[in-house]
């Protein structure tokens, strides 16, 4: 049973414009919410990352909303660039103890010039 | 953040053989852990590395397909035996950030695995 479910599953949005991509957890337990950048060939790259004790963390373009009770978290990119075409992943760790991330489904970004 | 490599970058194998992927850190890291990307699809817990003791396996995952060895702080292998080409998939490691946050988690380049 997937924990993390993210949306959308792909995103096409032009230069300067914003891109939003959204998750939703089920596990209240859940303390850390962290964004991973990939591109094609490489391994994951941290992005940002947020803890439930606040509701927004921004930095440079990339901003996390966060919304405890309706157990959601979204990532913003402002100014969308080209070079910001890539995979995007959602995760959470703290569930029980566990350090372990579980992933959401990726969402495949690509901004137009 | 930690710096991460793994060999080999990427293998093509032939059904039934093994292949081991060795993940190296430049610092020393309590936690490691190997992940499973299918391709075109997310990541997937595979086990929980942690020196000293027995790796952790996930549901779906057994030993005896995927035996870890995590023989100090900055080194772990995973193996990928008997192999099929459902195996084929990027083979990543992660650790804890030795400083600071516990709970991030840098990873490696990723083992691109092709089995024939």
């Known amino acids: 049973q997937q924990q993390v479910k993210q949306s959308p599953q792909s995103l096409i949005v032009q230069k300067g414009g914003i891109s939003i991509i959204n998750c939703a957890y089920e596990?209240?337990?859940?303390?850390?919410f962290p964004w991973y950048q990939q591109f094609p060939g490489k391994g994951p790259a941290l992005l940002i990352a947020?803890?439930?004790?606040?509701s927004e963390k921004k930095e440079g373009r990339f901003t996390i909303s966060f919304n405890k009770s309706a157990k959601q978290f979204s990532l913003h990119i402002m100014d969308s660039q080209p070079g910001d075409s890539a995979t995007y992943f959602c995760?959470?760790?703290?569930?029980?103890?566990?350090?372990?991330?579980?992933f959401g489904s990726g969402t495949r970004l690509q901004v137009q010039p | 953040s930690a710096v991460i490599s793994q060999k080999p970058s990427r293998d093509i194998c032939q059904r039934g053989t093994s292949l081991t992927i060795q993940c190296q850190v430049d610092?020393?890291?309590?936690?490691m852990f190997w992940y499973r990307q299918q391709p075109g699809q997310s990541l997937t817990l595979i086990a929980t590395?942690?020196?000293?003791?027995?790796?952790?396996?996930e549901s779906g995952f057994v030993i005896d397909k995927f035996p870890i060895s995590r023989p100090n702080l900055t080194f772990s292998t995973l193996t990928v035996s008997n192999m099929s080409p459902e195996d084929s998939s990027i083979y990543l490691c992660s650790v804890d950030q030795p400083s600071g946050s516990p709970d991030t988690q840098y990873f490696g380049p990723g083992t691109r695995l092709t089995v024939l």
């Open positions: 596990n209240t337990a859940f303390d850390y």
């Open positions: 947020i803890r439930p004790d606040v």
């Open positions: 610092s020393q890291v309590t936690m």
């Open positions: 590395a942690n020196q000293g003791s027995e790796a952790t396996y």
């Open positions: 995760a959470a760790s703290g569930a029980t103890g566990r350090r372990a991330l579980t």
